[in-house]
């Protein structure tokens, strides 16, 4: 794929929820590309479209009208398996609420998606620990959700997102439901990560802080795109701005 | 990758097993009450088959009366008597030998102990035709029996309520007011198919019966062995034309006498048993169908149950078909385990009650590999409609989903 190709081409993206009276713009004529390796942070006030956004780059959700080229290829054009397949090879997920499956080992639940991936157990166990170990959960490989902390159940979810050898992660708000000590840390990882495996992330989040972490930040307010730009200037406006 | 699921699936029982135990308790309940059943029915049909085989499959009865078996008998016919029994010996091939048979009900009395019992006149031939060794003391004698002398063989359920464990022969017990000289204690046979105590019995020579007991010189019963050459229904004929013609019985007349062979009523026995195992067991078969409602209804609530599991598998990669698989393959495990354990209790359950009731106990392999099948065929159609629930969900509705 040429270098220029953006991972991610929202073209005038609109999704709607419900009906007449009940009708919800969550996503209004949204425009956005990410090239490859960027660190992207999404934010904006409450109820301004992040999720769907997100939902609509992780081909878990389709637009209502507009287009979505993932490296270049229609999303749209895709069946239910083949955005399933999509999903598995180039995209990992990283939560708010971490979603691990419950009474299941730190090693399984990052061994999940190379389960469907079809790889044989020996690997998919390398692999898995490898990517734990990239996280800084070495040792933790056999306790269960319950036995792990806030900051090592999202380091256990960033190591199932990692485990596929993704080339886009998306965090919707990963660091929601931490303090800030596990907050920076968390973001030092995907830091980490974007800079030494050239993982594109796209990230949600409410915080300045963590927001600083990313190269660009994309400011939603009312399911539009109200401002794009470095993390200084994004904010210097909304500073001047109220 | 099937292999991999299976194993998953496994794992998935096993973290909810008090769910998985109460989703698979019909299947569990089902395939043991079939399997109960069929054992234990198919082993009191062998029970019936092996007192047959015992008894004889040559062995026929002779009675005076109509044809028919059953009630709407009452015709009043000639009763048999002894040269009937000398006729059937001497001028038929396929007799072997006949003896014949009295029967009633007395009291049989021994110093202070005394028991209700079967008492028949009879002589040693009916020993030789029903192939019954006394293992104490002997036989008849044939002066024993011309004579009238009052002499008997005792079972083993008789000599146990008069006498215990010591030896009978030379005792005397009293049937009715006649004092009798016990000669002889015959083998042990336990209940017959009919499930009255075969051992629960004395022998009288029958001229003694007649005279002491009954005070007639009719005879009621001829057994008969028929010739190991000769097929019994052959016997049946020649029987039967040999006691019209000595019953004068006219050409276009009705036979006044019964013959019967012991196998026409092995297999009608068998046959009410195989009838009343059919339908017990269609019931426990409904108890099957009921049993795969139950895992389809668990199997529903599982399912909603793990809606983010499936929003998270759908996430990370998984396609629609997979988490169908997941889920059919998982119902398909569970009620193959339900089967399992069923055929394993059911067995179980059939093997004490064949304990219990005396009577073989009677596997089929066919019947266990059925209710394997068919419990597995529970799991594919009871699982399919909420694992196509599962995979039909939206992944967004499901992650959010609490
Ligand atoms: N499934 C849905 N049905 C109806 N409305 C929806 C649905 N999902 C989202 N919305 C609406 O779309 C709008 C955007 O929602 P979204 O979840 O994208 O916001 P957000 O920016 O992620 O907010 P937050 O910061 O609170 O997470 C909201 O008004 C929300 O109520
Ligand atoms: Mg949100």
Redesign the pocket.
């Known amino acids: 794929m040429a270098d220029d190709t953006p991972v991610i081409d929202l073209r005038d993206v609109t999704k709607i ?2 009906h007449g009276e009940a009708e ?1 713009r ?1 996503m209004d004529g949204v425009n956005l590309t990410v090239a490859p390796g960027e660190f992207v942070a999404l934010m ?10 997100m939902n609509m780059i992780g081909c878990l959700d389709s637009p209502t009208s507009g287009d979505y080229l993932f490296n270049g290829v229609h999303v749209g054009a895709l069946d239910q398996t083949q955005r399933a397949l999509l999903r598995r090879n180039y995209l990992g997920f990283v939560f708010q609420g971490f979603n691990l499956l419950a009474r299941t080992s730190a090693l399984d639940n990052v061994e999940l998606p190379l389960i469907y991936k079809g790889l044989p157990a020996a690997e998919r166990r390398e692999q898995a620990l490898d990517a734990l170990d990239k996280v800084g959960l070495k040792g933790r490989e056999h306790h269960d959700p319950s036995e792990l902390s806030g900051g090592q159940q999202q380091r256990v979810a960033i190591a199932r997102a990692l485990v596929g050898d993704p080339q886009l992660i998306l965090a919707d ?1 990963p660091t929601g439901n931490l303090d800030t000590k596990r907050s920076l840390e968390i973001m030092e990882l995907l830091d980490k990560l974007n800079a030494d495996e050239k993982i594109t992330i796209v990230m ?1 989040t ?1 915080e300045e802080d963590m927001a600083a972490f990313a190269h660009r930040v994309i400011w ?1 307010v009312d ?1 539009r795109v109200e401002r794009s730009g470095s993390h200084d200037e994004v904010f210097n406006h909304e500073r001047r701005g109220s | 990758m099937i292999w991999e699921t299976v194993r998953l699936a496994i794992q998935a029982i096993f973290r909810n097993a008090l769910r998985s135990i109460l989703t698979v308790l019909g299947i569990v309940i089902g395939v043991a009450a079939v399997i109960a059943m069929v054992t234990v029915g198919q082993g009191s049909s062998d029970q019936v088959t092996a007192d047959v085989e015992k008894l004889g499959t040559n062995v026929l009865m002779v009675l005076p009366g109509a044809g028919r078996m059953g009630p709407g008998n009452n015709s009043v016919s000639a009763a048999l008597e002894m040269r009937d029994i000398k006729a059937l010996i001497d001028q038929l091939s396929s007799v072997r030998t006949a003896a014949p048979y009295n029967q009633t009900t007395l009291n049989a009395v021994y110093g202070t102990e005394d028991t209700r019992t079967s008492v028949a006149g009879t002589d040693a031939r009916y020993l030789d035709v029903v192939d019954w060794p006394v293992v104490l003391g002997r036989s008849f004698l044939p002066t024993e029996e011309n004579s009238g002398r009052a002499v008997c063989i005792i079972g083993e359920t008789v000599r146990q309520e008069l006498f215990g464990n010591t030896n009978p022969v030379g005792e005397t017990v009293r049937l009715k007011n006649v004092a009798c000289d016990v000669i002889g204690l015959l083998e042990a046979k336990g209940a017959s198919s009919f499930g009255t105590d075969q051992d629960d019995i004395v022998l009288m020579p029958i001229k003694a019966f007649q005279r002491r007991v009954t005070g007639s010189t009719d005879i009621s019963m001829i057994y008969v062995a028929a010739s190991e050459s000769v097929s019994t229904d052959r016997a049946v004929v020649d029987i039967e034309m040999l006691m019209r013609e000595r019953r004068r019985i006219g050409d276009g007349e009705e036979d006044d006498f019964n013959v019967r062979d012991m196998k026409q009523l092995a297999s009608m026995l068998t046959g009410i048993t195989n009838v009343l195992t059919g339908l017990l067991s269609a019931v426990a078969a409904v108890s099957l169908l009921v049993g795969g409602i139950g895992i389809m209804n668990i199997m529903l609530v599982s399912v909603t149950e793990r809606t983010r599991e499936i929003g998270i598998r759908l996430a990370v990669g998984a396609t629609a078909n997979q988490v169908l698989l997941q889920f059919l393959v998982e119902a398909i495990v569970l009620s193959m385990i339900g089967g399992i354990v069923g055929i394993l209790l059911g067995l179980g359950l059939a093997a004490v009650a064949a304990n219990i009731m005396v009577i073989p106990f009677s596997p089929n392999p066919a019947i266990v590999a059925i209710a394997f099948l068919f419990s597995a065929a529970v799991g594919v159609i009871f699982g399919y409609f909420p694992a196509r629930r599962a995979a039909r969900m939206d992944p ?2 499901a992650l959010r989903h609490q």
């Open positions: 929820y419900g919800v969550a904006g006030p409450s109820g301004s479209g992040k999720s769907t956004a708000e949600v409410h939603m399911g | 967004i509705e």
